[in-house]
C-alpha cells in the first residue's frame, strides 16, 4: 500500500498549496476519491469549497465541470439532452455538464427537490437517462456538492435520499490565525490556484483505487461497523439512523484511510476516525432531541466511545493485582 500513501501524500501535498490548514479535511475528500465516493462540504462562503474541489481536479488531471445550483435549474441543465439533428434526421445527445471526472455542484441546495434528483442515479449507478437512453458516465465519478447550512432563504433541504448518497460529510471552518495570514501572503501577486499543476494521472488513480478493494477487514471488524451502524438506529434522541448504504460508506472509507497510512489492513482506529464524517449526515435526529440542540455529529461521536469494539478483551498481566485492557489483535 505504499502506492497507495505516496500517491494520496503527493495530491495532498499539492492541495495544500491552496489550501492552508486544512489537512484532515483534504484527507478525507482523497479518501471518498479512493472509494469512488462523493462528497459533501457543507460550510459558510468563503472558506475555500470550490478552490478545494478545483485544486483535486487539477491535481490528478481530470476534466471538470461546475454546476451552479438555482432555483430555475433544471434536470436537463445537469444531464443533458437530446437536440434534433436536421442533416441526419436523428436525435443527438448533447451531454450536460454533469458528465466529466469531478462535477462541482455548488450550493446544491439552491435547487428544487426535483432538479436535486437528476443526480441520484448519477451518484449511485454512474450513469445518466435521457429520453430512454442510458449514457455512462466517464471514471473516475466523483460529485463534490457544496451548500451554506446558515442561510435558509431561497434554499431546499437536501431530502434524505440525496444525502445518504454522499459518502462523506465535511466542514472546512475558519482558518487560524496564522493560516488566515499565511493565505494573504500566498495570493499577494497571484491565486496559488493558478500555480499548481497536475502531480497525478487517472490511471494512477484508478490503480490505487483498485488496491484500496484489496485491504483486509477482519469479520470482527465488520461486526464492529454494524454495531456502530445499529447503535445509531437505537439512540434515543434519532428519529431514523443510518441504512446499510451507511455501513457500507464506513467499510470502504475505512479501507481507504488504512492505505493512505500504507497498511492493507483495517485497525478500530479507522473505524474511529471515519464514522462521524461518513454516518452523521445520514441521521435525522428526533423533534425532541432537536429542541435541546442535540446535534448528529455528537450523537455519532457518543456512539463510537461507548460501543466496545469485539475482540478487545481483558488481559491478565504478570501482576496478579493488574488487568488491562488489551486493543483489537492483542494477545
Request: charged share 20%; glycine share 8%; no cysteine.
Given at each position: 500500500m505504499t502506492n497507495v500513501r505516496?500517491?494520496?501524500?503527493?495530491?495532498?501535498?499539492?492541495?495544500?498549496?491552496?489550501?492552508?490548514?486544512?489537512?484532515r479535511e483534504v484527507r478525507l475528500v482523497l479518501v471518498a476519491l479512493l472509494c469512488r465516493g462523493h462528497v459533501l462540504i457543507e460550510d459558510v462562503p468563503g472558506v475555500g469549497k470550490t478552490v478545494l474541489a478545483k485544486a483535486i481536479a487539477r491535481s490528478i488531471g481530470s476534466t471538470f465541470k461546475r454546476i451552479q445550483f438555482t432555483?430555475?435549474?433544471?434536470?436537463?441543465?445537469?444531464?443533458?439532452?437530446s437536440v434534433f439533428n436536421q442533416q441526419t434526421s436523428r436525435f443527438e445527445f448533447r451531454p450536460g455538464p454533469v458528465v466529466a471526472n469531478i462535477v462541482l455542484a455548488d450550493e446544491i441546495n439552491r435547487a428544487t427537490p426535483k432538479t436535486q434528483s437528476a443526480l441520484l442515479e448519477a451518484m449511485?449507478?454512474?450513469?445518466?437517462?435521457?429520453?430512454?437512453?442510458?449514457?455512462?458516465?466517464?471514471?473516475?465519478?466523483?460529485?463534490?456538492?457544496?451548500?451554506?447550512?446558515?442561510?435558509?432563504?431561497?434554499?431546499?433541504?437536501?431530502?434524505?435520499?440525496q444525502l445518504d448518497r454522499f459518502l462523506i460529510r465535511i466542514s472546512l471552518g475558519y482558518p487560524s490565525r496564522r493560516g488566515e495570514i499565511e493565505m494573504l501572503s500566498r495570493q499577494h501577486f497571484e491565486h496559488p490556484l493558478d500555480r499548481i499543476g497536475q502531480v497525478a494521472t487517472l490511471d494512477e488513480l484508478r490503480t490505487a483505487q483498485a488496491a484500496v478493494r484489496q485491504v483486509y477487514v477482519d469479520d470482527l471488524l465488520k461486526e464492529y461497523v454494524v454495531a456502530l451502524v445499529e447503535a445509531t438506529r437505537r439512540h434515543d434522541d434519532v428519529y431514523l439512523g443510518a441504512g446499510p448504504r451507511g455501513?457500507?460508506?464506513?467499510?470502504?472509507?475505512?479501507?481507504?484511510w488504512a492505505a493512505m497510512q500504507g497498511r492493507d489492513y483495517v485497525i478500530p482506529d479507522d473505524i474511529k476516525e471515519l464514522a462521524e464524517a461518513t454516518l452523521a449526515h445520514r441521521i435525522i435526529v428526533s423533534p425532541a432531541a432537536r429542541m435541546r440542540n442535540v446535534d448528529a455529529r455528537a450523537i455519532v461521536r457518543e456512539i463510537v466511545q461507548t460501543v466496545p469494539v469485539p475482540g478487545a478483551r481483558p488481559i491478565v498481566s504478570s501482576e496478579p493485582t493488574t488487568r488491562r485492557r488489551l486493543p483489537f489483535g492483542g494477545a
Open positions: 505516496a500517491l494520496a501524500e503527493r495530491i495532498a501535498a499539492n492541495v495544500e498549496q491552496v489550501i492552508v490548514g486544512k489537512g432555483p430555475d435549474l433544471l434536470p436537463s441543465d445537469i444531464t443533458g439532452v449511485e449507478e454512474g450513469q445518466v437517462t435521457v429520453d430512454g437512453v442510458t449514457y455512462p458516465l466517464p471514471e473516475p465519478f466523483v460529485v463534490l456538492a457544496t451548500e451554506n447550512p446558515i442561510e435558509y432563504e431561497g434554499t431546499f433541504p437536501l431530502p434524505e435520499a455501513s457500507l460508506a464506513l467499510y470502504n472509507a475505512a479501507r481507504a
